[in-house]
């Protein structure tokens, strides 16, 4: 009788285990964002400026797709790029094309808004961009 239930205790500890490592990701924010997103506007901040505002035209979008490199295209101002992004653990995001990095922190996520201000890592001077993106 012991046996049996040394042997079902360890078995209970296994299965517990091998759950709760698995990825969780139906929840994480990447799933969310994945997809193509429509530029809004693009608010500017760059330090002892005033704020400049952007108004996205039919052709802005980014667009984050799911794939091994996680690719980011970005399509703003006629202007056209291929990047990377990660999706840090909470609402950081890490997004980096047209040679600069932007380190982010996402405000708004739902099914058909997106918001995130990022800082332009590198700058000389100090510049935050925030994004409005829908669907």
């Known amino acids: 009788m012991r046996r049996q239930i040394t042997f079902a205790l360890t078995l209970l500890l296994i299965v517990t285990g091998i759950s709760a490592c698995q990825k969780d990701e139906d929840t994480s924010n ?24 952007y108004t996205g035209v039919s052709s802005d979008y980014l667009e984050f797709r799911n794939n091994e490199e996680d690719e980011v295209v970005v399509n703003l101002k006629g202007n056209n790029y291929i990047g990377t992004y990660a999706v840090l653990q909470g609402t950081g995001l890490n997004i980096s094309y047209g040679g600069k990095l932007y380190t982010a922190q996402v405000n708004t996520l739902t099914a058909n808004k997106l918001e995130f201000t990022a800082n332009v890592e590198g700058a000389t001077v100090k510049t935050t961009e925030k994004y409005y993106l829908t669907r």
């Open 30 to 53: 990447k799933k969310n964002m994945t997809g193509k997103w429509q530029v809004a506007k693009i608010e500017t901040s760059v330090a002892g400026a005033e704020l400049v505002t």
